[in-house]
């Protein structure tokens, strides 16, 4: 990867240029189609970005700057984070990427939970507090299962390469981690049956309760851009075939992204929230399950 | 009048399209609460305009208060409304903050409120009608979108 190329995926495509719409849309999309679902008319595919301008408008509150530099170190971090992590997904077939790519994918993309529960802790507030602690609760389940079924996926394609584990992964170890990986999504975004540390009848907006104006705009841009990052990830491991033209690949990353919007608005309109403890055991059971199975095919592809 | 530039024709376009609403009871009957939530059913649909009901005060642009200020909800009233990053706007849900309703003269009501924070509109009723309530907060919307400087209307 040489530097016009790096900066090309930072900036433009997979990254800033095409990641903040695409975020932005994507949001709305999925505003717009639950409150279809729910028999309402909705929002317009734009709200997202109405809501980010209009927060980034409102006037600082008044705070001590200790406190107000450590509000805004976390999401900006945050969104930094979650940029280079779009960087890193192969969606071409000429990008060779760098040896050990995707432990620096899978850090960057596990900083925002991180950030939002520092966050939620140094809000000082009751609510913060338990949504910061819900959040690492099954950030924590979640990522025993995301990771046993990377580590499956790295081991059968024998790379710590990102392209290699997207291209040679054989397909019985694929299927069940990317199953797995897929359960581990909407946890990730804090969707519906998962939508433990943001739930808002609960403890309010969790982490989130003392982001006001453009604190709450760069949490939204970062929630955007992980929706991008985190469901970009599954598509370019999920899909193994590249056609070699750019822009064949480019629409195929972008459809299947939008697919997968579809298909997890659509869960997270016909189910309910969990309880922390049922939100574990879902996911150790049925998660975690699919990942073991995928860990034992990539031994039995191995050979040892 | 100042002419404004492209970014903050942006920043009120937005702020039209856009709304978070906090919503307050001063010890209201619950009338006024169940009108307001109304709002947001199929029937009512306010989120097709991108208003939203909000828990956190700190992410909210329109306060909306209902009920006569008991005494016991005075002192939280003012402490939210401070909580409430600027610019801001208050709407009075109902009769009883904008004259006590029927608790005018109790010793047990501080209200009403506009003696307590700056209110800027009115919905009277008992209870308003949900549409009432819509247009209500479509008015404060509308008046907040000009809002560029303390000097612009903002009441502090």
């Given at each position: 990867m040489n530097l016009v190329e790096a900066l090309a995926a930072l900036l433009i495509f997979p990254g800033l240029l095409y990641a903040v719409p695409m975020g932005w849309l994507m949001l709305g999309t999925e505003r717009k189609l639950r409150s279809r679902f729910q028999g309402r008319i909705g929002p317009p595919l734009t709200q997202p970005f109405y809501d980010f301008v209009k927060l980034a408008a409102k006037w600082p509150l008044p705070r001590a700057l200790s406190e107000r530099a450590l509000l805004a170190f976390f999401p900006l971090l945050s969104t930094g984070a979650i940029i280079g992590a779009t960087a890193l997904l192969p969606v071409f077939r000429g990008e060779s990427g760098f040896a050990g790519d995707i432990i620096l994918l899978v850090g960057l993309l596990e900083i925002p939970p991180v950030c939002m529960v520092l966050a939620g802790y140094a809000s000082r507030s009751i609510y913060g507090e338990v949504g910061a602690n819900r959040e690492a609760a099954v950030d924590i389940s979640c990522n025993i299962a995301f990771f046993t079924a990377l580590i499956a996926m790295a081991a059968s394609a024998n790379s710590l390469r990102t392209t290699a584990i997207a291209f040679a992964t054989p397909w019985q170890v694929r299927l069940p981690a990317v199953l797995a990986i897929l359960i581990c999504l909407p946890v990730k975004l804090r969707l519906?049956?998962?939508?433990i540390s943001n739930a808002e009848q609960e403890v309010l907006a969790g982490p989130l309760v003392e982001a006001d104006g453009r604190l709450l705009a760069l949490w939204d841009l970062s929630e955007a851009l992980e929706w991008v990052t985190l469901i970009g990830f599954v598509v370019t491991i999920g899909v193994?075939?590249?056609?070699?033209e750019w822009w064949i690949d480019a629409f195929i990353f972008v459809a299947c992204s939008i697919g997968l919007v579809l298909l997890l608005t659509l869960v997270a309109s016909g189910t309910a929230r969990l309880k922390l403890r049922q939100a574990t055991r879902l996911l150790w059971r049925c998660s975690f399950g699919l990942a073991v199975i995928s860990l034992c095919a990539a031994f039995l592809v191995r050979g040892n | 009048m100042k002419h404004y530039g492209f970014l903050y024709r942006l920043v009120e376009r937005a702020r039209e399209h856009s709304a978070f609403l906090f919503h307050f009871?001063?010890?209201?009957?619950?009338g006024c609460d169940i009108e307001l939530i109304s709002c947001l059913t199929p029937r009512y649909d306010v989120e097709q305009y991108g208003i939203k009901l909000e828990g956190s005060p700190r992410h909210a642009d329109v306060f909306v208060v209902s009920g006569p200020i008991t005494r016991a909800t005075r002192g939280p009233l003012e402490v939210v409304y401070r909580q409430l990053p600027d610019p801001k706007v208050v709407v009075a849900i109902g009769s009883c903050p904008a004259t006590g309703n029927v608790f005018c003269g109790s010793p047990m009501i501080e209200g009403p409120l506009d003696q307590i924070i700056p209110v800027d509109i009115y919905v009277p009723g008992c209870p308003p009608r949900p549409m009432a309530i819509v247009e209500g907060i479509a008015a404060a919307i509308h008046k907040l979108a000009g809002r560029h400087s303390a000097a612009s209307g903002e009441q502090r």
């Open positions: 519906n049956p998962f939508s193994p075939s590249r056609s070699g | 009871n001063a010890g209201a009957c619950n």
